[in-house]
């Protein structure tokens, strides 16, 4: 089939529903992006704050912890047994007295270290032996000289890729006697402590030393090339002391779990360049559970689309049976089937619709019948054998009689016929059914003269009393005849029709009829403006 003749063709049902199932649709799932957007920034949100809080938390709780460490070791400080090791001024002694005090402390301190009131260390005892005195003696050089100064301190200092609180607190011979030294106490800060800050936080932590991880709560390693890239990239961004400043807080997936990332660095007058944090505060349960809510809106959505889609076609066709019989019914009346009537079930517009239509049919099929009653009569009277009768006739009645006849050919041929028709006309003594066949012949030649015609035609029928005679004008605008043939058309079996499509009787026959009734007949015709045929015969007075 050409593409020219195809046409594509959506039917009433498809238009109604398309746009509804599209609105169906629609309207959950921009619901749905709107709750998950919504849901989504209040999950982060929350997540956020609970981190900025877990910061806080981890901040104050290393804070008391410190102090804690400072104010248990001051008061070891204080003891009488340190004391008198102190006035002794005998290393043996003092690192006798140190180690049995470490064994006191059990596992809570790392290391401990007495310097003299010069500065110079005196004893150290420690748990582990790879620890280094002048290390510790290092990095915590600030801490003993506050404690030198008389006034104890802690903060945390990095020793070989490990963390440790060093409290320094002095020492005194007597109640507010002179100095005797200062009292250091290493406590390392490892996983247990993470732990601990853990647990009060709810956060993963990692602490970071010179770029690399000393503690953390994760327990895979694996991930620790990928927390010191995160903590370096954060650490750079939040360099501002101000509170005023919001840290930058960034998204990050870890063992395919969502965390929000955080990080900062130490407070160490030693190493507070070298040591850090970063927090992960995990919002996975959070994202499942909206995960679960955007599953359940889009199940019940889905259970809400299919019934009310079904809802709404049902509806349609319900609403549309009207239409589809009004089209089966319209293709009927089309085929010439007058008898159709569609059944009014509803008094709304589709019922005043099939009411509508059932008039029209009734009344198509009553002026039918009428005209065809009429037409059958008119050929009826115009076949019947007559023998010639002449009587009183009225030449305007008998054309009518003749265009109701030729009606159907004139409007499928798109000919108009204009009457001109003297209201005047007084009866002549004729045959009427000659005249009707004469009249019946011109008509039929200016139809098909006009019928090539894209645009159609028009015949001028006029009648006109003049003096004596009664004049009968048919005209056309066709393409007009050439003089030639104008000379010959009333010749009989003279004919410019292909063979077997006419005889060359019919203008022959009309001629004879006129010159039968006194009358004459003549053709006139310009090339390309059309012709004319004119009747004339005297008249006589009417009754």
């Known amino acids: 089939m050409p593409m020219s003749q195809f046409k594509f063709r959506l039917s009433f049902q498809t238009k109604v529903l398309v746009p509804v199932v599209a609105f169906l649709v629609l309207l959950p799932a921009i619901t749905l992006w709107i709750v998950n957007g919504h849901i989504t920034r209040q999950v982060h949100d929350e997540a956020r704050k609970t981190l900025l809080t877990a910061e806080a938390v981890f901040r104050d709780s290393l804070n008391i912890h410190g102090t804690h460490l400072l104010s248990r070791y001051r008061t070891v400080a204080n003891e009488p047994r340190l004391k008198a090791a102190s006035r002794a001024t005998d290393k043996a002694t003092m690192a006798d007295q140190l180690a049995h005090l470490l064994g006191e402390m059990g596992g809570d301190a790392d290391l401990l270290l007495f310097s003299t009131d010069t500065g110079e260390l005196l004893a150290s005892a420690r748990r582990d032996l790879s620890l280094s005195d002048d290390d510790f003696a290092q990095r915590g050089a600030l801490t003993i000289k506050r404690a030198l100064e008389g006034n104890a301190a802690v903060e945390i200092v990095s020793v070989r890729d490990h963390l440790y609180h060093v409290v320094s607190a002095p020492v005194f011979l007597g109640g507010a006697g002179p100095l005797a030294g200062a009292f250091t106490v290493a406590v390392n800060v490892g996983d247990a402590t993470t732990q601990q800050l853990q647990r009060q936080t709810r956060t993963q932590i990692v602490l970071v030393s010179d770029q690399r991880v000393v503690a953390s709560t994760f327990p895979s390693l694996e991930l620790y090339s990928q927390v010191v890239e995160l903590f370096q990239r954060l650490a750079r961004q939040n360099v501002s002391p101000s509170p005023a400043v919001a840290p930058l807080i960034e998204d990050t997936i870890m063992n395919s779990e969502h965390f929000l990332a955080l990080a900062g660095r130490l407070a160490s007058a030693t190493d507070g360049h070298r040591l850090g944090y970063l927090l992960l505060s995990s919002y996975e349960p959070q994202l499942r559970e909206l995960q679960a809510t955007q599953r359940t809106l889009l199940i019940v959505s889905l259970l809400c689309i299919l019934p009310s889609t079904a809802i709404v076609w049902w509806l349609v066709r319900r609403n549309t049976q009207p239409l589809r019989q009004l089209r089966d019914n319209a293709e009927a009346v089309g085929r010439g ?3 159709r009537r569609i059944e009014v079930t509803a008094s709304d517009e589709c019922g005043e619709l099939a009411q509508a239509f059932n008039q029209m049919t009734q009344n198509l099929q009553t002026s039918r019948a009428q005209r065809c009653h009429k037409i059958v009569q008119s050929l009826l ?26 009606a159907y050919e004139l409007r499928t041929s798109n000919v108009q016929v204009v009457q001109e028709l003297d209201a005047q006309m007084p009866h002549i003594l004729a045959d009427p059914h000659q005249l009707q066949q ?45 003089p030639e043939i104008v000379r010959r058309i009333f010749d009989p079996f003279f004919t410019t029709k292909p063979l077997g499509q006419a005889t060359g009787l019919g203008l022959s026959l009309a001629y004879g009829i006129i010159k039968e009734h006194g009358g004459t007949i003549h053709a006139q015709s310009v090339l390309g403006q059309g012709a004319s045929l004119r009747a004339r015969r005297e008249r006589f007075a009417s009754w």
């Open 337 to 339: 089937d007058f008898s």
């Open 438 to 482: 004469v009249f019946l012949n011109i008509l039929n030649n200016g139809r098909q003269a006009l019928q090539a015609r894209p645009q159609g035609g028009c015949i001028r029928a006029a009648t006109t009393v003049a003096s004596e005679h009664v004049r009968v004008v048919f005209e056309d605008n066709g393409p007009g005849i050439p």
């Open 381 to 406: 009277s115009f076949a019947r054998q007559h023998p010639p009768e002449r009587s009183a006739v009225n030449v305007n009645d008998v054309i009518g009689s003749v265009l109701e006849i030729l």
